[in-house]
């Protein structure tokens, strides 16, 4: 299975094959709360990400990443709209417009692009190529996480990074400092920068004050956990931020697959069912339902997942 970055190249490669531009950031998120993964950025992007990420999570401008998920067109320019955004950090680094592309299939995203221009603004004609390929590559980023398989720890000590409300780091356990590294690699950065999924929980966290955030992550092994982050208040009264890397339970990764397959109420509860071993006529029993209507819905639920059979589908929760 591809790693995440080599996933996230090979996209960008594919909207350049359609479309040129001059840089490029390209997300994948947690499609439970938006919240990234991991991206890949071009150097002359990465300048002023800090910055983007601020204009992101902290302040209100157009054409933010819920925006998009929400809106009919999920790919929008920038250059025709009065925003903060091309003022005063795309145009003073030589960039004269944005498309923005948010992936949605069945509903659901699975990540965004930001593809950049020095010379030339972007056409509707050029929206309208990329629009077209939208669900293909939201499908290819769905495939991507939901077939990971769960991570084994044999960690006795969670890595764990403490940060300031500036994104300092106050502490951090060796596992942590070994942890903040493979992030980076996994998102192809030097070590001195904070790896986007950190930032993004850390400024979604901030923004909203929420005191705890969960983001299902990927390994460059293609095994996935959650990262956990709370936000907590230290002895002098300032916001610390606590993150660290845990074991995904079996109900965190349920309802993470309810998620990405778009399953049901009910699919889920039958899925529940099937999970926990239960016959046909024992679902059937449980929810008041007839074994014909369970058996309809497990159809929905093979074809959703791509799988055919009972144990393929406790095979994929497990």
């Known amino acids: 299975m591809l790693g995440g970055n080599v996933l996230r190249k090979r996209i960008r490669d594919h909207l350049f094959a359609i479309c040129s531009f001059d840089a490029a950031c390209i997300r994948t998120v947690d499609p439970n709360n938006l919240l990234t993964t991991g991206a890949?950025?071009?150097?002359?992007?990465?300048?002023?990400h800090q910055q983007l990420f601020e204009n992101e999570y902290l302040e209100q401008d157009i054409h933010s990443h819920q925006e998009l998920v929400n809106a009919l067109l999920p790919v929008q320019l920038l250059h025709d709209k009065p925003s903060r955004r091309l003022d005063e950090?795309?145009?003073?680094?030589?960039?004269?417009?944005e498309m923005r592309i948010a992936f949605v299939v069945n509903d659901t995203c699975y990540g965004f692009a930001s593809l950049f221009r020095k010379n030339m603004s972007f056409s509707n004609d050029e929206v309208q190529k990329i629009t077209k390929?939208?669900?293909?590559?939201?499908?290819?980023?769905?495939?991507?996480?939901?077939?990971?398989?769960?991570?084994?720890f044999n960690e006795s000590i969670k890595p764990m990074i403490i940060f300031s409300e500036r994104l300092d780091i106050l502490f951090q356990n060796s596992e942590g400092e070994q942890w903040l590294q493979e992030l980076c690699t996994e998102e192809a950065i030097s070590t001195d920068r904070?790896?986007?999924?950190?930032?993004?929980?850390?400024?979604?966290?901030?923004?909203?004050?929420?005191?705890?955030?969960?983001?299902?992550?990927?390994t460059q092994a293609a095994q996935i956990y959650a990262m956990e982050a709370s936000l907590l208040t230290g002895n002098d009264e300032a916001n610390v931020l606590m993150v660290m890397r845990v074991p995904m339970s079996e109900e965190a990764r349920f309802s993470h697959l309810v998620t990405c397959y778009r399953l049901t109420s009910k699919e889920s509860q039958i899925l529940e069912h099937v999970w926990k071993g239960h016959s046909t006529k024992e679902i059937a029993q449980q929810l008041s339902i007839s074994p014909y209507t369970v058996q309809d819905h497990l159809k929905s639920i093979f074809s959703k997942t791509n799988m055919n059979s009972r144990s393929k589908l406790i095979q994929l929760l497990r």
């Open 194 to 218: 904070l790896p986007r999924s950190i930032r993004a929980v850390a400024y979604q966290m901030l923004s909203e004050q929420t005191t705890h955030h969960r983001t299902i992550m990927k």
């Open 89 to 97: 950090i795309l145009l003073p680094a030589g960039f004269r417009d």
């Open 133 to 152: 390929h939208v669900k293909k590559i939201a499908q290819m980023m769905r495939s991507h996480m939901e077939k990971a398989p769960q991570m084994s």
């Open 40 to 48: 890949f950025t071009d150097e002359s992007v990465e300048a002023i």
